[in-house]
């Protein structure tokens, strides 16, 4: 059962990872499109700036699964690092329970939000582009790294002593 499930999460990992990266390269090719455009043209893509920004927050939101699951979120750790062990796993734990509560919460929260933008369907400005899909991105982004983080804190041989690097 376990290895099963390490296979899937495995997977889930490769492609968030790559369908990160699509959206990044997509985002930065946009990018590059427009400059050329408007300098070279005088023509800039209007909906541009919209579509990149929408792009963006996919390949955040995904890509943080990835983090999630490698345990290499952003730490303010400069005490913690001079505690003991056992005083730092436990604030690890502290600390990973505190973040799968508040991604639980925010993604209950959004989903009525998310339904209103597309029973309404409410779209962008510039790209004419449904706003339910950027932002499902938060509450699909926050549902992964919360399955990642369970699944590495739950699943025995993924605990780590320290997810501090250096440690």
């Excluded at 390949?59 to 690092?81: E, H, K, P």
């Excluded at 309404?120 to 982004?141: C, K, N, Y």
């Amino acid at each position: 059962m376990t290895e099963k499930l390490l296979r899937l999460v495995r997977a889930l990992v490769a492609v968030i990872g790559v369908l990160s990266g699509v959206l990044l390269v997509a985002s930065v090719a946009l990018n590059f499109a427009n400059v050329v455009g408007r300098y070279f043209f005088n023509a800039s893509i209007p909906w541009a700036e919209e579509a990149m920004l929408f792009l963006m927050v996919g390949c955040v939101f995904l890509g943080n699964g990835v983090v999630a699951w490698s345990g290499r979120q952003i730490r303010m750790d400069v005490v913690v690092r001079m505690l003991p062990p056992k005083v730092r796993e436990a604030l690890d734990l502290f600390s990973e329970l505190v973040f799968l509560i508040t991604a639980v919460a925010i993604v209950i929260f959004a989903w009525p939000v998310i339904r209103d933008l597309a029973e309404f369907d409410q779209r962008s400005q510039a790209a004419d582009f449904p706003l339910v899909i950027p932002q499902a991105m938060v509450p699909i982004g926050l549902s992964i790294m919360a399955f990642l983080v369970a699944v590495r804190l739950l699943v025995p041989q993924l605990r780590r002593k320290s997810q501090i690097p250096g440690h």
